[in-house]
Nanobody, 121 residues
């Protein structure tokens, strides 16, 4: 069992940056692929970024060049550095854990509670 807790969300203006963190419990964190998803009001949950245990990464086209996912296995934490934020990035951001790196939410077994990111123009 893995428990995930996100932090770092907040309110920023367009063009600013935020770094989200996701702390995981359990000693098997390093064996999991970790992903970030987001969900805006009235919209489906969408893939943002993922990183596998070999540090390979995958990004949604909408965030490439602006967001960076990373992980620190010694701290059982995955990060999402978000630069040049846009109002379209406003959503609740969730981290999730999976056995393999994938972009669909159905493939993830563990989810955090989410953290709100609001970007004003």
């Amino acid at each position: 069992q893995v428990q995930l807790v996100e932090s770092g969300g907040g309110w920023v203006q367009a063009g600013e940056s935020l770094r989200l963190s996701c702390a995981a419990s359990g000693r098997t964190f390093s064996s999991y692929a970790m992903g970030w998803f987001r969900q805006a009001p009235g919209k489906a949950r969408e893939f943002v970024a993922a990183i596998n245990r070999g540090y390979s990464t995958n990004y949604a086209d909408s965030v490439k060049g602006r967001f960076t996912i990373s992980r620190d296995n010694a701290k059982n934490t995955v990060y999402l550095q978000m630069n040049n934020l846009k109002p379209a990035d406003t959503a609740v951001y969730y981290c999730a854990g999976s056995r393999t790196l994938q972009t669909g939410p159905d493939g993830y077994d563990y989810w955090g509670q989410g953290t709100q990111v609001t970007v004003s123009s």
